[in-house]
């Protein structure tokens, strides 16, 4: 079964994703073929890089990844398990409280959801 491709950048479908490598970092399209009457246009868009954020990971306490990375949840969720048990005692009760909140929420739904 064929899968549409759908851009998350504008809601397009795209042809493909266009891989570009800028010096040791990939940097990822999505290719639109637009019909403009009888002829037909490209678009592209900008879809991040393919594995991480190299600058814009500078100003945040954990790594943020490319769209194509199939394990980033999990990745965000290890991260910020480590920085929430590194600075708990930081943390006041109120937020405290809503993190617990927050996992007990996630926790839930993920066992009553089937595999």
Do not use: W
């Amino acid at each position: 079964m064929k899968t549409e491709k759908i851009c998350p950048r504008c809601g397009l479908k795209y042809s493909y994703i266009e891989r570009r490598k800028v010096g040791n970092q990939t940097y990822l399209l999505a290719v639109h073929y637009l019909k403009m009457g009888s002829r037909r246009k490209i678009k592209k868009c900008y879809l991040g890089p393919e594995d991480k954020y190299i600058y814009v990971s500078k100003m945040h306490e954990f790594t943020l990844r490319g769209p194509v990375d199939k394990l980033r949840i999990l990745k965000y969720l290890r991260s910020l398990k480590g920085i929430i048990l590194t600075r708990k005692d930081e943390l006041d009760p109120s937020t405290r409280r809503e993190i617990v909140g927050i996992v007990e929420e996630i926790k839930e739904a993920l066992e009553g959801s089937s595999p």
